[in-house]
């Protein structure tokens, strides 16, 4: 369907839990071809068919054990290893995370090309979020509370400093070395417009380290 349409770059996820896909004794989803299309199986079979494609992969670098964050890493291998182009982040809102990711890449030297996924969360979504149900999304408890302490004064001043938030978080991307961004969670085209102004004057407000990583800290 894809190629029918001409379209060259994709972005290949495993998707998420469906509860009509079969299972086994466990209650695990079966993987193909009994259920599930593992992302893996599906660049494997894209480069193969399409050795053009521009293919990208999803990483999610916002875990906190030796054991979660070296088996993100390990997956991410496996799909350079099967391919892909560009890597995207999972959302989140650690930038630690999101430069300990670069660091990781550039001391293998890999220079893959990092696209950072960057989510507005509305605050009535915060409690789907922290129950799981956002698949793969992390949302500190921490964080959580300061989201709902701000959309405590209206919600008009919750957007507007979560605009903010979103736009510094683009701004230190392009500092970390990323190329480029995926805005998500956005509504309509109004915002959407209010989004991207507010991202290109902190790039322009920000063009050294320092001075960004203080205005974060803040």
Not at 72 to 85: I, P, V
Not at 94 to 107: F, G, T, V
Not at 116 to 132: H, M
Not at 188 to 206: G, I, M, N, P
Request: proline share 5%; glycine share 8%.
């Amino acid at each position: 369907v894809l190629a029918s349409r001409e379209c060259t770059s994709v972005v290949l996820r495993t998707g998420g839990p469906d509860p009509q896909h079969p299972r086994d004794k466990q209650g695990r989803p079966l993987p193909w071809p009994g259920g599930y299309l593992d992302a893996t199986r599906m660049l494997r079979q894209a480069r193969a068919e399409y050795p053009d494609w521009f293919i990208g992969a999803g990483v999610n670098p916002f875990k906190y054990t030796v054991a979660d964050t070296h088996g993100q890493y390990l997956k991410m291998f496996r799909k350079l290893n099967l391919g892909a182009d560009f890597l995207v982040t999972q959302a989140g809102w650690d930038m630690r995370k999101l430069q300990e990711l670069q660091w990781y890449l550039r001391r293998r030297g890999q220079e893959t090309p990092l696209v950072a996924r960057l989510l507005l969360v509305r605050p009535n979504q915060v409690p789907d979020v922290l129950a799981g149900h956002w698949s793969g999304v992390l949302l500190s408890r921490e964080f959580a509370t300061q989201l709902q302490r701000e959309a405590a004064v209206a919600e008009n001043q919750a957007l507007a400093v979560q605009y903010e938030r979103l736009a510094l978080a683009a701004a230190g991307c392009r500092l970390l070395g990323y190329s480029g961004i995926q805005l998500a969670g956005l509504q309509d085209a109004a915002q959407l417009r209010t989004v991207v102004d507010k991202v290109f004057a902190a790039l322009e407000r920000f063009t050294t380290y320092q001075d960004w990583a203080m205005a974060w800290e803040a």
